[in-house]
Nanobody
């Protein structure tokens, strides 16, 4: 059974740094797209950053220049490097993946990891 496993959330001070990681595993598949979303209390889930199959990336305006999304060679793992985080970056961060299985496509969400930016 294919699943996404996230790690790396926690408490970080403003101006610090934090790394989130997400790995897709558990079956035969190829990765089309992986991304990070976040949801703050009382707000809708929003896109943070995308890593595409052609290795292109896209960022939300709010995190451009501060966050970096990257992937390993096999493209089944993505990381989000958060530099100079701000209190408004506090949210539950979710990994998302669009996968191609032998017989179908599959969209998956991770379980979410809490990131709290506070001094």
């Amino acid at each position: 059974q294919v699943q996404l496993v996230e790690s790396g959330g926690g408490l970080v001070q403003p101006g610090g740094s934090l790394r989130l990681s997400c790995t897709a595993s558990g079956g035969v598949f190829s990765v089309d797209t992986m991304a990070w979303y976040r949801q703050a209390p009382g707000k809708q889930r929003e896109l943070v950053a995308v890593f595409n199959d052609d290795r292109s990336t896209k960022y939300a305006d709010a995190v451009k220049g501060r966050f970096t999304i990257s992937s390993n060679g096999a493209k089944n793992t993505i990381q989000l490097e958060m530099h100079n985080p701000r209190p408004e970056d506090t949210a539950v961060y979710y990994c998302y993946a669009e996968l191609m299985l032998p017989d179908r496509s599959l969209e998956l969400w991770g379980q979410g990891t809490q990131v709290t930016v506070s001094s």
